[in-house]
Nanobody, 118 residues
Framework: QAQLVESGGGLVQAGESLRLSCTASRAIFGIVSMAWYRQAPGKQRELVARIQSGGPTNYADSVKGRFTISRDNAGYTVNLQMNTLKPEDTGVYYC????????????WGQGTQVTVSS
């Protein structure tokens, strides 16, 4: 069964760190990219960071220098190291996986809540 399993959300204070992880099931073939999106209350879902299968990454301007996205060697787990968290980083974080056989229809995780208190 194709699915994404996320972990690592929680409640922290401003300035602290969190690490999110997302593991894709082996039923997902031909992964092109893995990414993290977030959605704050009353706002649209936005891209936080993406890593391509070949390694290139891109980040939202608001997280550059604070967040780092990485993948394991097998290519099925993506991590998001979030440092120096700010209250505006609060939201539900979703893992996103694009695969060759489902162009335009990415897989989504169930979401994990990140809350940063001031």
């Amino acid at each position: 069964q194709a699915q994404l399993v996320e972990s690592g959300g929680g409640l922290v204070q401003a300035g602290e760190s969190l690490r999110l992880s997302c593991t894709a099931s082996r039923a997902i073939f031909g992964i092109v990219s893995m990414a993290w999106y977030r959605q704050a209350p009353g706002k649209q879902r936005e891209l936080v960071a993406r890593i391509q299968s070949g390694g290139p990454t891109n980040y939202a301007d608001s997280v550059k220098g604070r967040f780092t996205i990485s993948r394991d060697n097998a290519g099925y787990t993506v991590n998001l190291q979030m440092n120096t968290l700010k209250p505006e980083d609060t939201g539900v974080y979703y893992c996103n996986v694009e695969a060759k056989l489902r162009v335009g229809y990415p897989y989504w995780g169930q979401g994990t809540q990140v809350t940063v208190s001031s």
